[in-house]
């Protein structure tokens, strides 16, 4: 430290000499032009065969509500499904 202690950087850090801890690194996000991203994998082997897709095609609320459904009769309740 340049505060005229004569104390440097590594002798700072609460008094055990232990050098400060380093930044994080930075994350930079490029976009990417989509005409030079190419898949991988097939589409037909991303999910298995007993994919359950509500995951990703049907609400929150929904999901919950199905859940809630699978363990006990709920009352005044209905799942909306569109399509």
Known sequence: MA??????AQQHVAGTGQKPPKAAPRIIEKKQ???RLRLHVAAEE????????????DTVENRK??????????????????E
């Not at 991303?46 to 095609?57: A, G, Q, R, T, V």
Request: hydrophobic fraction near 30%.
């Open 65 to 82: 509500l199905r859940h809630k459904m699978e363990k006990r009769h709920v009352e005044d309740e209905a799942l909306t499904v569109e």
């Open 46 to 57: 991303l999910y298995p065969e007993d994919y359950d897709f509500s995951i990703i095609f």
């Open 3 to 8: 505060d005229g202690s004569g104390e440097t």
């Open 33 to 35: 032009n989509a005409s």
